[in-house]
């Protein structure tokens, strides 16, 4: 039984929450008209990525009245949205929740805070400090921030934990217009979703904003990927899109009986070669 | 995959291959077009002012502006100081002609001549000939900015390689609003220029500012910004240092001379500075996007 889902290429204002929270209700409302189970939502879709200063600003806590809406509008169609975090103990970080059937189930907050070239996630932002599945509707899930997904341990340590999805919210500027090919953003991100989805045998859903924050561009090129490499559907670039394909958990076990990578991973291997380098060695129990 | 590594991976630097300077036209109109849409009505502006010279830059820039905001909302400023050739007001009106915009002629020569006849200069001398130059595109600047209120934006029209090398004057032709092109460098601003339909005789023609008779930019740089364009290339996109280029057959004194234009002139690139004394200023800790949205 596969399952259908919804990417919002949207344009999220910056540092306009309330705006922005106006702006999601009316891609819920489009998703859940196209049958959608789920809708997901691009990195800071609640407030703009490149907020600087703002961050403290639009901060709040995951069950603030602020996010009531979104709690709200998951009764009927599940929602991934992201937006500022404020921690306990008042850390800011970028986080992404999941809601369902009114609740907030899950919150991923970025590990990977890029603070190099024209990203400075470090000076604004606290980092994560887990990689943890849910159930979506597209059954174990992780949540791969951006950066995050540029790390080759998140999306394996997500499917070491089980999961047949990853979501892929991003705030990607676009850059690299050399003649002769795609933007060269587009090239890397592509081969990066087909890559995990394909070796880690899971479905990669990666979903960028477009717009512009201070002469950045994104570039959108939204896509689901399925875990035998074939792009399940694709949003344009440089404009928004409301994409809709279907998530098929049989294709995955169909996968992995072919295909038994992630049976045969050794993480234990992993796990001995790590805490030997960090010096933390462990003992062989075998 | 291997296409995607020669792109992105493997250019090597080659005084004699300017291949690495080649974009894709279609894709960079496309991101430029929604640039100048996107960060234009983001302010609540909605027209947009250039200054056209009857040179490539600007026509590139009032060409993109037109179909961004449509060429009813553009407004082309074309501003002749007596040294203007009339092939230069030629240009600038075959530019209006080809992108439908509007294009006024706004002469200088009574203001600028008003300033310096209170204090006589002699027009021979090279350094007064900078003078007179900053002031003519500073007093262009000016008429621009006053055409673009209430609703307007001035959309700038400094290539990469201008910006780079400091070849331009401060608050006179850098000045803008935003600037589409200034991550384009010459050699590439020509081909996208070609591709834009922008006539192939301006696109051609030897670049100058006019700031006096028989001036070219390429004569008073010294060197072609074919060749400028390779050694920026590679030493600001590709992080080459300039004793990399050397060994790669780049010729020295060229790099090391553009190295120290581009650092020389960085304080033309960069906000003025200011005087750091409270617990929270503006530049320094006050750091809010540009496109700070209202709610």
Redesign the interface.
């Known amino acids: 039984m596969s399952v259908r889902i919804a990417v919002a290429q949207c344009s999220p ?7 922005n929270l106006e702006m999601h209700a009316s891609w819920i409302a489009r998703a859940r008209e196209a049958g959608a189970r789920l809708v997901v939502f691009p990195e800071l879709s609640l407030t ?1 990525y ?5 961050a403290a600003d639009v901060a709040c806590a995951a069950d603030d009245p602020q996010l009531g809406p979104i709690a709200e509008a998951s009764r009927d169609i599940d929602i991934s949205a992201g937006f500022v975090e404020r921690s306990a103990d008042a850390k800011l970080h970028i986080a992404q929740g999941y809601w369902s059937k009114g609740k907030l189930v899950h919150v991923h907050r970025k590990v990977y805070l890029p603070t190099y070239g024209i990203f400075d996630d470090g000076r604004y932002f606290g980092p994560g400090d887990r990689f943890e599945t849910f159930k979506s509707v597209g059954g174990s899930t992780g949540v791969a921030i951006c950066e995050d997904l540029w790390h080759v341990s998140t999306p394996y340590l997500y499917a070491a934990a089980g999961a047949a999805v990853v979501l892929a919210p991003s705030a990607s500027p ?1 850059r ?9 953003t587009a ?2 991100c592509r ?1 990066m979703d087909r890559f995990y989805a394909q070796y880690l045998t899971l479905y990669v859903v990666y979903v960028n904003r477009v ?5 950045i ?1 994104f570039w959108g090129g939204s896509e689901i990927v399925a875990p035998d490499g074939t792009v399940v559907a694709r949003a344009p670039e ?1 404009d928004e899109h409301l994409l809709v394909g279907e998530i098929d958990p049989d294709l995955v076990a169909r996968e992995r009986a072919r295909n038994p990578l992630l049976r045969d991973e050794r993480e234990d291997i992993v796990l001995r070669n790590v805490a030997g380098r960090l010096g933390l060695p462990l003992e062989r129990r075998d | ?1 291997t ?2 590594l020669s ?2 991976g493997v250019i090597r630097p080659d005084p004699k291959d300017p ?2 300077l ?3 036209e279609v ?2 109109r ?2 430029l077009v ?2 100048i849409r ?2 234009t009505w ?1 302010t609540r502006l909605k027209r947009a002012v250039v200054g056209v010279s009857g040179g490539v830059d600007s026509a590139v820039s009032v060409a993109l502006a037109s179909e961004a905001l449509g060429p009813e909302n553009v407004l082309g400023l074309f501003t002749p100081y007596r040294h203007s050739s009339q092939e230069s007001r030629l240009h600038a009106r075959a530019v209006s002609k080809q992108f439908g915009f509007t294009l006024e002629e706004v002469p200088i020569t009574a203001q600028v001549d008003a300033y310096f006849r209170a204090a006589p200069v002699d027009e021979s001398d090279p350094r007064i000939r900078i003078r007179m130059g900053n002031k003519m595109a500073r007093e262009r600047k000016s008429i621009e900015y006053d055409r673009s209120w209430p609703d307007g934006i001035v959309i700038g029209t400094s290539n990469k390689t201008e910006l780079l090398l400091g070849y331009g004057t401060q608050f006179g032709d850098m000045a803008c609003g ?1 600037n589409p092109v200034g991550d384009l460098y010459k050699t590439q601003l020509r081909e996208l220029a070609l591709h834009l339909g922008v006539p192939e005789e301006i696109v051609r023609k030897a670049p100058t500012a006019e700031l006096w008779e028989g001036q070219t930019d390429e004569g008073e740089l010294g060197f072609s910004y074919a060749e400028a364009d390779l050694v920026l290339y590679h030493m600001v996109d590709r992080r080459l240092r300039p004793s990399e280029l050397i060994a790669a057959g780049f010729d020295a004194s060229l790099v090391n001379r553009i190295r120290e234009m581009v650092r020389k002139n960085h304080y033309k690139r960069v906000m003025p500075l200011i005087a750091k004394v409270s617990l929270r200023t503006v530049g320094h800790d ?10």
């Open positions: 204002a910056l540092g306009a929450v309330r705006r703009g490149y907020l600087k200063d703002l676009g690299g217009v050399a003649e002769g090919g795609d933007l060269g090239e890397s081969l717009g512009h924050e201070d002469g561009a440089f | 995959m296409e995607v792109r992105t291949s690495a080649r974009i894709d894709l960079v496309k991101m929604l640039f996107d960060e983001k935003i006050f750091l809010y996007p540009r496109d700070w949205e209202a709610d």
